[in-house]
């Protein structure tokens, strides 16, 4: 769904008469621990392939807005970003533009393999820049493909986009970038499994430190502790809970100590160059029924997933397989959300019923069944699963049966 932004931000863009500076042909420079995570090269195939694609789907320009997608493309974090849309565009014939808060140019220049900038100051700005940027590259009456499911996007963006250019066609290239990114490359596999291993510490660290007494706030500061004495990126804590906490979806670390006979949940995600070794882990700390059956459930719709990951396979047939084993025990009602995503650098396309799209070989999938028990607890386990000749393969060597502390 596209945000919303102020009618008055877009009229703005028409009445002002400021127009952003222009940062055009920039000079990489060498700042300490800056730079691409990737080669020039690697760079230069994932943007031809977006180009090949777009020309078969009639678009003449691809401009892309998504964080995850501009990374996988140039290699800048994208963390300037929030304050309005950063776009890159690609176009046959011509090198690629980025669009970027003029705040941000730095880090753009330094942190992507993209020469050529337009910096805009002001939100109400990005429209007439981005504007002057398509009429120079003669695309202002072409066929423009923007990400328009892009949470990053507003449809005021846009709307002021074609209230510049009048005879601009903007069409929805939401699934391009999905497409090109599907098979991961063997430096983007390398990347999995480093974010794996750094994952696999916090969880030995986690199931190690439970005790009784001890609280998340304490257990989490000892996972990036020793994160940090591996020299690697601290983790990403997507969920971490005890006992009634648990309840809570997407609930961070607190004070909150844990029980005997108490359930832990730990969603965590090792971090290499953008890529995340996402997983879901799970224990009792004596015991606990309710978790142990909805564990034991997750368990088998995990390996359900392991098996389904194969290719040739559709994405709904995936999502069948897994799915249809929490629904065969009667509890269906507790699966309430997507068997799981496509990744790479990002979060991508998802693993649903119905879903066409073809499994290939080199894809990887993040499954986090997390199941909701009849009181109301979050539980379950996950695997990160590269879809290869022989079937799925974890990139963990955690199990991820359930831990009894």
Same mark, same amino acid.
């Given at each position: ?78 963390? @300037? ?31 992507? $393999? ?35 499911? $892009? ?93 009634? %906490? ?76 897994? %799915? ?15 068997? @799981? ?39 379950? $386990? ?9 079937? @799925? ?13």
């Amino acid at each position: 769904m596209l945000q919303w932004r102020s009618p008055l931000l877009v009229s703005a863009a028409a009445n002002c008469s400021l127009r952003a500076r222009k940062v055009i042909n920039t000079v990489n420079s060498v700042i300490p621990r800056s730079g691409l995570p990737f080669t020039m090269g690697e760079y230069s195939s994932r943007q031809k392939r977006v180009l090949d694609t777009a020309n078969n789907a009639g678009i003449d320009a691809t401009m892309i807005a998504a964080h995850g997608h501009l990374r996988y493309l140039t290699g800048y974090h994208g963390g @300037g970003g929030y304050f309005g849309p950063f776009v890159l565009i690609l176009t046959p014939g011509h090198a690629p533009v980025y669009l970027a808060r003029e705040y941000e140019v730095q880090s753009v220049r330094d942190e992507s $393999c993209v020469g050529e900038l337009d910096g805009y100051a002001h939100l109400h700005e990005f429209a007439s820049v981005c504007a002057d940027r398509l009429r120079k590259l003669g695309l202002h009456n072409k066929r423009a493909g923007m990400e328009l499911g $892009c949470w990053n996007l507003a449809r005021a963006d846009v709307m002021a986009l074609q209230a510049e250019l009048l005879e601009l066609e903007v069409v929805d290239a939401n699934k391009i970038i999905a497409r090109v990114s599907a098979v991961t490359a063997d430096v983007e596999l390398k990347a999995m499994r480093d974010a794996m291993a750094v994952n696999e510490l916090a969880i030995r660290t986690f199931q190690s430190a439970l005790r009784e007494g001890v609280s998340e706030m304490e257990i989490a500061e000892l996972i990036n502790e020793r994160v940090s004495a591996l020299g690697a990126s601290p983790v990403i804590l997507v969920s971490f809970g005890f006992g009634d %906490r648990n309840e809570l979806p997407h609930e961070r670390p607190s004070a909150h100590q844990l029980s005997f006979n108490e359930p832990a949940m730990i969603e965590v995600g090792g971090v290499k160059d953008a890529y995340v070794g996402a997983l879901v882990r799970s224990a009792v700390l004596g015991r606990h029924a309710e978790t142990e059956a909805v564990h034991a459930l997750a368990e088998e719709a995990v390996e359900a997933a392991i098996v389904a990951a194969r290719p040739g396979a559709t994405a709904g047939e995936f999502d069948c397989a897994v %799915r249809g084993v929490v629904e065969r025990s009667g509890r269906a009602d507790g699966f309430r959300h997507r068997t @799981g995503y496509q990744v790479e650098a990002s979060w991508n396309d998802s693993l649903e019923p119905e879903a066409k799209d073809i499994i290939e070989k080199g894809m990887a999938f993040d499954t986090p069944i997390i199941l909701f028990s009849e009181n109301g607890c979050l539980f379950g $386990c996950s695997e990160k699963i590269l879809a290869t000749e022989r079937g @799925g393969e974890p990139l963990s060597t955690t199990s991820h049966e359930l831990l009894k502390a």
